[in-house]
């Protein structure tokens, strides 16, 4: 049976390329918004922390209904580091719309989703985005896309793929780069035609497999998935399989069901091949499961998720203000929360340690974990976090592997020697450089660990103009030392509160990250030296009062602005013998051991 009244489709790009602008101009001109409905820009970025980045970081789905046929549409990531959300939905579609920013051209997170959907036999719609930008080079860009596709290995027929042009702040899009278009018709259009509706047994026994996992606090787990065979119904008794047989079958029911309908999910009786729905009923749902009728229990296969990259160790804070600004504390609270987090995010790994008060947790990249960590913050979580740490790996032969990143950097060409020189530095291997205009685009294979604590450093060397992004290349052999920072850390001497006679005569010594009237302890980290080498630094330290007075000598004194440090900044700042005490109103860099006295002793012994 063919579902002509459906098509199901997935939006891929590297980051910032306009997806969810566009999926925006979509809703407006497929009804599903009212004449005078007042709509926020990028809808379907409803988090939080994705309003405020700009990014997306979790795929939603949304709908539209053009001329009798409802259009599913996912809008997926584009950040490498949630690449795990982008590689389980393209699961549940049958054809991808590939954006590309008409100036940048394809970049790395293009090629790594782009080669996902060809692996799986997708039908690839290319749309060059961002047309009406001033840098465009729209003569040069359908090259660029052809040249990706050969060297993926594309079949023919994904090398003929059609190719729009669109301006999705606009909404519109046309055929030819030539003419204007006045609406998204032609796109719409171009979906009916070229992406394949749904195939399959309508009246076979239901099968229908989880590529995500929503949770609700009154239902519990929420599976959604696409119905790949058969129907389902609400009450209907169902088996519970999986495809690695790691687990035993069980029997369920189907509690509720929903579909998606514009933004909104609505509930329905029953739904059939082809549909992509949320059931809530089943406990211990997972990613991967396959949902079957009880009397024919075949579970598929499901999509093998590229492993973890980067591990930290999460434990419970014990600094001398722990306890003092969160509202979860504990090492049990900061368990659930963290095997929670497993349940709808299959690129995590959580493991116990030896330390009950401490976990290791693997994702994707640094970003994967600073907006797990954020989250956790803005939840009420008190915790304190290591420094990010690469995952070797051992080849047959016994050699000592490391991942690899493909960087790509845009920057002005006055700026392309500091890179160069950091890159060295870096073990990074130079690609391809060729120049755009009054920019160079430089592309480089270079060690993850060489990335950490590298966009501060890029943002300065390029004063603020330079573009970098990143994606996962592969393992190869370790490439050798890589120094991680060369400063040092300025630590307080004492507990109490900095003052501004404190602050002034350390100021001399760095760059500070407090200004006065901060509370401070002991082994905390107040700011950056220049030197390699730690300074104890007294921030607290008072002005002593006498009788003499002299001329000039009661001067206001004046402070540098300190440096603010985000999230993402502390973790880069962060050496190998630093934690980060992260609450829900602070973040402070602290020593693994606060007592200046007891690390002086240590020092002493290692130089023995």
């Known amino acids: ?37 007042e709509v ?39 950040h490498a580091d949630f690449g795990g959300e982008v590689e389980r939905v393209l699961e549940m579609v049958d054809g991808v719309l590939l954006l ?12 790594f989703v782009l080669s996902k959907a060809l692996e799986m036999g997708h039908k690839v719609i290319v749309v060059v985005n961002k047309i009406d930008r001033p840098d465009a080079r729209l003569d040069e860009i359908g090259d660029e896309v052809l040249e990706l596709l050969l060297d993926l290995d594309a079949s023919d027929e994904q090398l003929e793929s059609p190719i729009l ?98 933004l909104n999910r609505v509930p329905v009786q029953e739904a059939k091949m082809g549909d992509i729905v949320w059931i809530s009923g089943i406990d211990g749902i997972t990613i991967g499961d396959t949902i079957c009728a009880a009397e024919a229990p075949e579970p598929l296969p499901f999509v093998k998720i590229s492993e973890p990259t980067v591990e930290m160790t999460f434990a419970v ?43 290791r947790v693997s994702g994707r990249g640094e970003m994967h974990l600073s907006i797990l960590i954020e989250n956790m913050r803005r939840e009420g979580y008190e915790l304190s976090v290591s420094t990010p740490r690469v995952l070797f790996k051992e080849d047959e032969n016994g050699r000592k592997l490391e991942p690899i990143e493909r960087l790509v950097i845009d920057v002005p060409e006055e700026s392309v020697g500091s890179v160069m020189e950091k890159m060295g530095s870096r073990k ?31 943002l300065t060397d390029t004063k603020g103009e330079g573009i970098m992004s ?58 950056a030296s220049p030197k390699t080498d730690d300074l104890v630094v007294n921030v607290c330290k008072k002005k002593h009062l006498t009788n003499t007075r002299a001329s000039g000598s009661d001067d206001a004194l004046r402070l540098v602005p300190p440096r603010i440090l985000s999230l ?3 973790l880069e700042f962060l050496a190998d013998d630093e934690l980060l005490e992260v609450t829900p109103e602070s973040l402070r860099i602290r020593k693994r051991i606060l007592s200046n006295t007891q690390r002086a002793k240590i020092r002493g012994n290692t130089k023995k």
């Open 100 to 111: 590309v920013d008409a100036a940048e051209g394809p970049m790395p997170q293009t090629r």
């Open 40 to 78: 926020a820009e990028r809808v379907m970025d409803s988090n939080d922390i994705e309003r405020e980045r700009g990014i997306t970081i979790l795929a939603k789905n949304t709908s539209v209904c053009y001329n009798g046929i409802k259009i599913n549409i996912i809008d997926t990531p584009g």
């Open 317 to 359: 804070n014990d600094s001398p203000f722990a306890g003092r600004e969160g509202k979860f504390v504990t090492s049990r609270q900061l368990r659930e929360r963290l095997f929670r987090e497993l349940l709808k995010d299959v690129s995590l790994r959580v493991e116990e340690t030896d330390s009950t008060d401490s976990f």
């Open 165 to 262: 042009f669109c301006s999705g702040r606009s909404g519109t899009a046309s055929l030819s780069q030539y003419e204007a278009g006045t609406d998204l018709k032609p796109l719409f259009d171009t979906i009916i035609s070229y992406i394949e509706p749904p195939k399959g047994e309508e009246n076979e026994p239901l099968q229908m497999l989880i590529s995500s996992i929503d949770y609700n606090e009154y239902v519990g787990r929420i599976g959604v998935g696409r119905i790949v065979r058969g129907q389902i119904k609400v009450n209907q008794q169902v088996t519970v399989c999986d495809y690695t047989e790691s687990k035993k079958n069980y029997n369920s029911k189907i509690v509720s069901l929903l579909q998606i309908q514009g």
């Open 568 to 570: 993402e900044d502390c």
């Open 470 to 527: 990143h994606v996962f290349e592969g393992y190869e052999p370790y490439k050798g030392d890589i120094e991680r920072r060369n400063t040092g850390s300025l630590i307080s001497h004492e507990t109490g509160e900095a003052v501004t006679y404190g602050l002034f005569n350390a100021q001399e010594r760095g760059q500070l990250f407090i200004p006065a009237g901060t509370p401070v302890y002991e082994g905390m980290i107040v700011g």
């Open 1 to 37: 049976m063919i579902r002509e009244d459906l098509r199901n489709i997935a939006i891929i790009a590297h980051v910032d390329h306009g997806k969810t602008t566009l999926v925006d101009e979509m809703l407006k001109q497929g009804g599903v918004f009212r004449e005078n409905q």
């Open 428 to 458: 990074g291997e130079l690609v391809s450089m060729h120049p755009q205009g009054s920019r160079m685009r430089i592309e480089f294979l270079v060690p993850a660990r060489g990335l950490f604590g590298y966009k501060s450093e890029f």
